[in-house]
């Protein structure tokens, strides 16, 4: 592995590591509830804060039930549960940028709600909202949900930090599609399911022609721009369900489940002279035409995700050495 890869998984380890571990004294407030707050009515939300012990405590507890928290979107409403509960609130609400991610329990009314921020994410602030009983809160509850709070905002930050380090770990940092690790996974997955439905895959690869002439002209940020035109020809052609990725240098490869040979390669035909039509633009003054190569294979009865990438390899190959710029499909390497 190299020293990049050593330190995201690094961080991704030690992020995922704190956001259990921060999480887990948030879920300690509740132990010994009974029902969770989703499975009660709403009427049965009016009760007193639970009892709070020693906080060290909650190191000791074992337990899989976190193993998602290093999704934020997952973690909010179980935040939200955690300090309604711990705080006796008869409801609560949390928002991001101002739109509404969760709620629980009884929410509106006459009554002043505490509101809480848990720090930002990618669309704005994210508030917690809590409405207190009749009573109002005490000063010492108030301390509680502020410091509860903050906690929660340490597991969300981590959270963001475990997802930001693995998508780094599974996408290519120039164009953004997955990189080759991620896609033999895919290939992998989605191979075993096609076998278990019966249904067809194809795989395309592509390879930009001339490559090392655009380097050698207009050197690597040249190359890099049309690297990152061509990736996001390929996202407008593509199905949310199919997977994209560079697996090399100019070289990259497009995963079409449940599409057959020939419904590959109409893919790989209009993606080859839209590519063609439209100019990449280097500079300021300067634009030029891209050209690709595409080979496409289809998963074979007793193929594995090795022999479908060399079916597709050698359309690849063929198509090159016929003049470039075209598609060739693994069925009309037959006979040659």
Not at 64 to 81: F, G, K, Q, S, Y
Not at 200 to 216: C, E, G, R, S
Not at 309 to 331: F, H, I, M, P, Q
Request: proline share 3%; aromatic share 6%.
């Amino acid at each position: 592995m190299t020293l990049a890869g050593t330190v995201h998984w690094t961080f991704l380890t030690l992020a995922l590591a704190t956001t259990v571990a921060t999480v887990v004294l948030l879920l300690w407030s509740l132990r010994g509830r009974g029902a969770s707050a989703a499975e009660r009515p709403r009427s049965d939300r009016r009760r007193p804060a639970t009892a709070h012990g020693d906080p060290r405590e909650a190191l000791a507890l074992v337990g899989d039930a976190l193993a998602a928290t290093h999704n934020p979107r997952v973690l909010l409403p179980v935040i939200l549960e955690v300090i309604t509960e711990a705080t006796g609130a008869f409801g609560g609400q949390v928002f991001t940028g101002g739109e509404e991610i969760a709620w629980i329990g009884e929410v509106g009314g006459g009554r002043k709600p505490l509101s809480l921020g848990l720090g930002f994410f990618a669309e704005g602030e994210t508030t917690l909202v809590l409405f207190p009983p009749d009573d109002g809160f005490d000063k010492e509850t108030r301390t509680l949900a502020e410091w509860l709070a903050s906690q929660a905002a340490v597991a969300l930050d981590n959270a963001r930090l475990h997802d930001i380090v693995q998508r780094q770990a599974m996408t290519d940092d120039l164009t953004g599609l997955v990189n080759r690790r991620r896609f033999i996974e895919a290939l992998d997955a989605e191979i075993e399911r096609a076998r278990s439905f019966g249904s067809a895959l194809t795989i395309v690869l592509a390879d930009l022609d001339n490559f090392k002439q655009v380097n050698d002209e207009f050197g690597h940020h040249g190359g890099d721009v049309v690297l990152r035109a061509f990736a996001d020809l390929i996202r407008s052609h593509v199905r949310d369900v199919d997977v994209s990725g560079r697996i090399g240098g100019e070289e990259f490869a497009i995963l079409l489940p449940e599409t057959d040979r020939e419904g590959a390669a109409r893919v790989a035909e209009r993606m080859r002279r839209s590519l063609n039509r439209v100019p990449i633009a280097i500079s300021d003054e300067r634009s030029i035409r891209a050209a690709s190569s595409f080979g496409v294979a289809e998963l074979g009865p007793e193929q594995s995700g090795d022999d479908l990438l060399r079916a597709a390899d050698a359309a690849l190959y063929r198509a090159k050495d016929e003049g470039k710029n075209r598609v060739v499909a693994a069925s009309e390497l037959a006979g040659a």
